[in-house]
């Protein structure tokens, strides 16, 4: 069964800080990794999509790794600010159908 | 900017009742997805729909969900006999292709569901 595993489960950080979000999967074979942002109530909200040959990519004080050999993929938030407070989703898509295999997210909290 | 717009927010009913959920997709999307998000778990696939067919879905669409397209328009999602397990936030995706570069999903802000 494809599965994509998150850690940490949550954390709390600074305002201003950097953080470090981890994701593992097992989906194969492999098409491409998002990195969503969930607010609570709300719907996810794409930050990055790779491709297995793509190694990083940023969308503003978010930038995502992928190491498609080890199946690993972290998200690092730079600066972070009070907005920056949600659920970070990893979402894996296989290359045979395209259905989204969802992680449980890393919640986090920016305090002040 | 486009948007996926999905009515109503909020939905509450009684179990046994039929509920239909409606999603507007961005214009020119071509694939149509629903997922659900129990409260306090991960988001779980449902169901994809191309071409005003069913393309995928998973174990937990069983034969109480089905969903259609009925005007070209709006896409939806009926579960004809709630159970009080089907209280969750529901959210439709919509798609524009499935090449890699194109198939990013852009999601609505959910229906939530109360089954009392």
């Known amino acids: 069964k494809n599965q994509v595993e998150q850690s940490p489960q949550s954390l709390i950080i600074l305002e201003g800080k950097n953080c470090t979000l981890q994701?593992?999967?097992?989906?194969?074979?492999?098409?491409?990794l998002r990195w969503y942002k969930q607010d609570t109530g709300r719907g996810p909200v794409s930050l990055t999509i790779?491709?297995?040959?793509?190694n990083t990519k940023s969308n503003g004080r978010y930038t995502a790794t992928l190491d498609a050999d080890t199946k690993q993929s972290s998200l690092h938030i730079t600066a972070s600010q009070l907005s920056d407070s949600a659920s970070y989703i990893c979402?894996?898509?296989?290359?045979?159908?395209?259905?989204?295999?969802f992680g449980a997210g890393t919640t986090v909290t920016v305090r002040a | 900017e486009p948007e996926v717009t999905q009515t109503p927010s909020h939905q509450v009913t009684q179990m046994g009742q039929e509920v239909i959920l409606r999603c507007v997709p961005i214009s020119n999307h071509l694939y149509f997805y629903w997922y659900r998000q129990i409260l306090g778990q991960k988001v779980e696939f449902l169901v994809s729909f191309y071409n005003n067919e069913i393309s995928e879905k998973s174990e937990i669409f069983d034969d109480q969900f089905s969903v259609e397209r009925p005007d070209g328009s709006n896409f939806t999602l009926k579960i004809r006999s709630t159970k009080l397990e089907d209280s969750a936030m529901y959210f439709c995706a919509t798609q524009g292709g499935l090449a890699p570069i194109y198939n990013e999903q852009f999601f609505g802000p959910g229906t939530r569901l109360t089954v009392l």
């Open positions: 790779m491709t297995f040959s793509e």
């Open positions: 994701c593992n999967y097992t989906v194969s074979p492999f098409s491409n």
């Open positions: 979402v894996v898509s296989g290359s045979n159908d395209y259905k989204l295999s």
